[in-house]
């Protein structure tokens, strides 16, 4: 169990500094069709529909391939 968390924490912060570093990378992460982002006067609303629907087909492809 121990070993599964430091994987997961390893992998957390080499995506993360690889964002940081180079946001080029996922430019595309809400900005696609069916995302809503609502603006009115002092408010602002996000909810990334399609990019959570995409970023759970990949993470479910990758668990059933790792199982």
Same mark, same amino acid.
């Not at 080029?24 to 990334?48: A, M, N, Q, Y």
């Given at each position: 169990m121990s070993r599964w968390i430091i994987t997961t924490g390893v992998v957390l912060v080499v995506i993360g500094i690889t964002l940081h570093f180079a946001p080029w990378v996922i430019t595309? $992460?809400?900005h696609l069709p069916g995302d809503i982002h609502i603006k009115t006067g002092r408010s602002e609303? &996000?909810?990334?529909?399609t990019?959570?629907?995409i970023v759970?087909? +990949?993470l479910t +492809? +990758? $668990?059933? +391939? &790792?199982r």
């Amino acid at each position: 169990m121990s070993r599964w968390i430091i994987t997961t924490g390893v992998v957390l912060v080499v995506i993360g500094i690889t964002l940081h570093f180079a946001p080029w990378v996922i430019t595309w $992460f809400g900005h696609l069709p069916g995302d809503i982002h609502i603006k009115t006067g002092r408010s602002e609303i &996000f909810i990334p529909v399609t990019s959570m629907i995409i970023v759970s087909i +990949l993470l479910t +492809l +990758l $668990f059933n +391939l &790792f199982r």
